[in-house]
């Protein structure tokens, strides 16, 4: 699970981070937590891109998807 994680994270951030100078936001719910607090440190370390975590309920992290942000 946590391979496929990481693979996940690898092929979403590939392109966006190089469009956006090598940072990655990533919106997770709450259960996805441990796990990617896990792989975070590992990605960027493998990749050199920053990763910001942001975990909300789901109305939140429609409301932070769906925002307009510079």
Do not use: D, K, N, Y
């Not at 981070?17 to 370390?45: H, K, N, Y």
């Amino acid at each position: 699970m946590r391979r496929l994680l990481l693979a996940a994270m690898l092929a979403t951030a590939i392109a966006p981070a190089a469009a956006q100078g090598g940072e990655l936001r990533v919106l997770a719910g709450g259960a996805m937590t441990a796990a990617l607090q896990e792989l975070t440190p590992r990605f960027e370390r493998a990749t050199g891109h920053r990763v910001t975590l942001l975990f909300a309920a789901t109305p939140q992290l429609i409301a932070e998807a769906t925002s307009s942000r510079p």
